[in-house]
């Protein structure tokens, strides 16, 4: 990101007449997207290396309106960023601030932008680690996992549905890419995720953008699978052996290969294990789990 000066002065002390261009720039940036806020910024060491400016300096380079100084103005400006980047959170984390509710979710968003700043263009990253953050600053981190809090454990599950469910929504999809014929030509499609929770997140996810209030979920284990069909994204629970066979063609095995090792599992045998994909193959067909393989791989 690159930030232009607004309303520079038209004259500079000489001893700041060396400032470039770039130095403006570069300075404007490290102080606005400095969640410290902005005494604290303009005083840190980042800016200081770039311009020695005070907050009762600032004018010296911004200039004063008719009702602000120059340094109220820069603070619109960083409120503003801000205030944007807190928005995007909320709207990439929409289900977990409700569950967290409003202010506690803003609190873990401010934390979590002073931790990860935005380094990109596009705001798509912008939440791309925060389940990884939430992780990471959990009181009980160091905890066996059985001593954990569990009303956490759910809030990082969310978190990990919402972010899956975000970069799901933007993957490459199916179109184009019929999943048509037998079961040597096919392959999970490019937007297909699969995931594993301790608490039935989805229920929950579901509810909340029906507009419900519902309450927190006792822990379960629970398995999802996520895909995009029409640009529409779908959630489709699952029940353990559907995930652990499914799991087995995300680590690169094939269809065929995958019906077998479904077939060596305790609780089945041949028979039942093609009577089952039969079930699931027409379903998940449905669904959008599969394409077709691009013609050069099904030459190979």
Known sequence: MVLCPWNLKPWLPVAESAFTLQQVQHWLQTVLTDSAGLGAAMRGEAAQAVLALEPATVEQLIAPSSRMSGGQRLAVYQRGYFARLLECMAGQFRV???ALGEELFEDFAREYLAAYPSETY??????????????ETRPDRDAPPAEREAWID????????ER???????????????????????????CFGLLSFR???NGYYQAVY???????PPARPSFLAITRVDFQLGMFELNPVQFRFLSWL?????LPAAVQQLAAQPELDEAAAQALWQIWREKWQAWGFFVSKPATSQAG
């Open 96 to 98: 977990l601030r409700h």
């Open 122 to 135: 596009t705001l798509g990253e912008l939440g791309a680690r925060f389940p990884q953050f939430l992780e």
């Open 154 to 161: 759910f809030m990082l599950d969310l978190a990990r549905l």
């Open 164 to 190: 899956a469910a975000f970069v799901l929504f933007d993957a490459p999809g199916s179109e184009n890419r019929p999943a048509a014929g037998p079961d040597e030509i096919l392959e999970l499609a490019p």
């Open 199 to 201: 608490f039935p997140v």
């Open 210 to 216: 029906r507009g419900e209030n519902p309450p927190l």
């Open 250 to 254: 995300r680590q690169g095995h094939p």
